[in-house]
């Protein structure tokens, strides 16, 4: 699965010249978090947050009224808040990348660019909706958190006895373990008891940790 798959395509937008005003309604219109911020010739030229927003306005303890404020931030215009060095990817970025790209650079959101042009926006928000599909969160059925050795057709062994116990797997993954000699393996299962899914395991498993309808 690409990030072409799962962006937002055709993102709102605004402008360098458009005013820090402007873009804090089309965020609380729109209710999104960032916009990319174009040039005149709707090329990336930087991305504007609420919290570059929140930091641009004046404090809660200014002796400014509220007129004053609003005046203050239509005059000030969104190239003077924007983060310009912006992290951005393709659309054929792996989603897997673009969660790493997020996660190492502390931030929410990845403008996906062809060339220097925008073509959409991949969040934290649709990276954890698809985290929720990869997990059948919204399935109903058994799941199950195991130890397991690290070893070479282990996992095909444990979703093997899975299948011939009748159980249908709905979704499975892996994580580190305690250390490098095992994983810990992540998986939901339909169609089937829980003891009998706990014998189907037994031989294959070091520890089962966790076990839950779901």
Known sequence: MNVKDRMTKNPFTVKTTSSVSDARDIMKNEKVHRLPVVDDKGRLAGIVTEKDILNASPSPASTLDVWEISSLLTKLVVKDVMTKSVVTCPPDTPVEEA???????????????????????????????????????????????????????ELANFAGAIRDAGGDILAFGTVRGDNPTNKLAVVKVANIKRRALMKAVEPFVQEVRDLREL
Request: aromatic share 6%; hydrophobic share 50%.
């Open 99 to 153: 969660a790493r790209l997020l996660s190492d650079h502390d931030i929410g959101g990845l403008p996906v660019v062809e060339g220097d042009v925008v073509v959409g926006i991949i969040t934290e928000s649709d990276l954890f909706e698809i985290f929720i599909e990869l997990f059948a969160i919204r399935d109903k059925g058994l799941r199950m958190t195991a130890l397991l050795p690290d070893v070479s057709g």
